[in-house]
């Protein structure tokens, strides 16, 4: 499930969210550089999977979601890619080198990514991603209220498909959505809430001075360990440019 915030605002972390962001950041432009399955495999070992399972409690719901995305990254990869030497068999159907060496790569990406921004959210508050980000990374205003607006609205979409759902099945439909007027009966009404309520939390942080707001800027504070992050972007830089013979 998705639960609120369990950092509550300016709580003591063990990284910095300057540390967190930047290291998340890195990891994605890591994760999208390269295909190659044993490289992006120390991604996912290193930060892909630490990720889910930190934002497992926090943002459950994205954890099904991936594991689709994985198994439709499969079905695409046999599609399009299955030639090569035989590897194994799923009854009739013959999964070969090619497809599969995709199937591998592509899903390591995925899990890389999805870690990366999942360690992110799970680690710090919405409302101290706002000041940090603006007052020591000199990020702009509005990019730091949309990222923080983000993480607080993924547990408000959540509720919504919640109501959604339950709606659905008092007037008779089907609970498992098959058919797309199915999907779009779901997402239609959980997509003008969302945009509705962006538009009236702009409207908000404007009449409460958003704009006009004078600009603090603070050297960035790091902890000690931001070390670990540190290292660790490392250890993954150098496999993905293949300094580690992988």
Partial sequence: ?????????GEARPVSVSAMFLYA???TILGVATGDPEKLAVTTILTGIPGLILGYKRYGILVPLIGLAL????INMVVLYNVGNPVFNLGPLVVREEAWRRTLGLSFRIITLAGAGLLFASTINPRDAVKTLESELGMPRG???ALAFA???LPLIYRDLLEVLAVRRMRGYRRVPISPGD???IIMPILSISIERGLWVGIAAELRGLSIRPKRRFKPRFKRMD???V????IQTLAVIGFLGL
């Fill in 71 to 74: 198994i439709g990254s499969f």
């Fill in 25 to 27: 950041i890195w990891i």
């Fill in 151 to 153: 993480l607080r609205l």
């Fill in 231 to 234: 290292v660790l972007a490392v």
């Fill in 183 to 185: 999907y779009k009966s």
């Fill in 143 to 145: 990019f730091a209220f």
């Fill in 1 to 9: 499930m998705l639960s609120g915030s369990s950092i509550r605002p």
């Fill in 227 to 229: 070390a670990l992050l």
